[in-house]
């Protein structure tokens, strides 16, 4: 029998096991508060977070069951569903595209146009290359003229050095860096050039899990949209607390990172709205990315998201 403690968590069940999406950063306040805060023991459920070595690992420590819940990219998740992987979307911490094009004022580059004839660096193919060159597209810059150059994950260095005039970028960090080195960053943001609504970082768990453990799943989701709205409605305490349990990331960068970070989570945890899951795989369908196109049925469930009041 199941013996519930006073502070409300149940006793006798392992925790959750939530693989971040990378290394921890701003984009994980309302998780990291959830935990530091105890909105996670109020809900009745324990999570233990997870820091992988890859941002690849995530969707197949999932998948493989090695955790519970995984933190991803909505892209890297269809990428991963095509390739046969056993997953479920069931949640959203972020709900808009951080990524983007950056570029530095002192590389001659004012708007999108002036990448003619520059070189791009950028550090994961085949899918930065197909993004970049969208957009390029989009504003009707000739690709012939612009070289797209792998660096690796050395593309902040690269664009201080002048080794490249842009690279992909997060809105929410590489922009921040660069001026903090200073330069005079220039950021030309994703979606602004025809490249569909995306939402950046979703919580995928392998399906069976929702069958043995759906409790505890609405249980997180609960926690979440309330770290959410905690993080958005006191920024300044919620902060302090993110600091508190990592005092490394206490300082300007990260500060400024999350300020821009903060209107973008998602509401709710919501991850639900069909256009933005049928655009996004058609997109990738369209360019190779993904084999087929896939149903939207089993892409994500909204049984476990927190009731509407």
């Not at 925790?15 to 023991?41: A, K, M, T, W, Y």
């Not at 001659?108 to 002036?114: A, K, L, R």
């Not at 992909?168 to 602004?192: C, H, K, M, S």
Request: with cysteine; net charge negative; glycine share 8%.
């Amino acid at each position: 029998m199941l013996v519930v403690a006073c502070a409300g968590v149940v006793l006798g069940r392992a925790p959750l096991r939530v693989s971040l999406d990378f290394f921890v950063n701003p984009s994980h306040v309302p998780l990291v508060i959830c935990q530091e805060l105890g909105i996670f023991e109020e809900e009745g459920v324990e999570v233990d977070l997870f820091v992988p070595a890859s941002p690849s690992d995530p969707v197949k420590l999932a998948a493989s069951r090695a955790v519970d819940i995984a933190l991803t990219p909505q892209i890297n998740y269809l990428i991963a569903r095509s390739e046969g992987l056993p997953l479920i979307a069931i949640g959203a911490l972020i709900d808009r595209a951080l990524g983007g094009l950056l570029t530095l004022r002192e590389h001659g580059v004012e708007s999108i146009d002036d990448l003619r004839g520059k070189r791009i660096g950028y550090s994961l193919a085949p899918l930065e290359p197909i993004l970049w060159r969208t957009m390029l597209d989009c504003a009707r810059v000739d690709e012939e003229g612009v070289r797209l150059i792998n660096v690796g994950f050395n593309t902040m260095q690269a664009l201080l050095a002048g080794s490249v005039d842009a690279i992909g970028a997060f809105r929410n960090f590489e922009p921040i860096q660069a001026e903090l080195e200073g330069g005079e960053p220039v950021f030309f943001p994703q979606e602004d050039y025809c490249i569909p609504a995306t939402y950046e970082l979703i919580l995928v768990v392998h399906p069976d899990l929702i069958a043995e453990r759906g409790t505890d799943l609405r249980a997180l989701l609960r926690a979440l949209a309330r770290g959410i709205e905690r993080t958005t409605s006191e920024p300044d305490a919620a902060f302090g607390a993110f600091v508190g349990a990592y005092p490394d990331l206490d300082d300007e960068l990260n500060r400024r990172s999350f300020d821009v970070t903060l209107p973008l989570y998602a509401d709710g945890a919501r991850h639900d709205d069909d256009e933005v899951w049928s655009a996004m795989r058609d997109y990738l369908a369209e360019h190779g990315l993904i084999d087929e196109q896939l149903p939207l049925e089993g892409l994500f469930t909204d049984a476990l998201l927190p009731v509407v009041q």
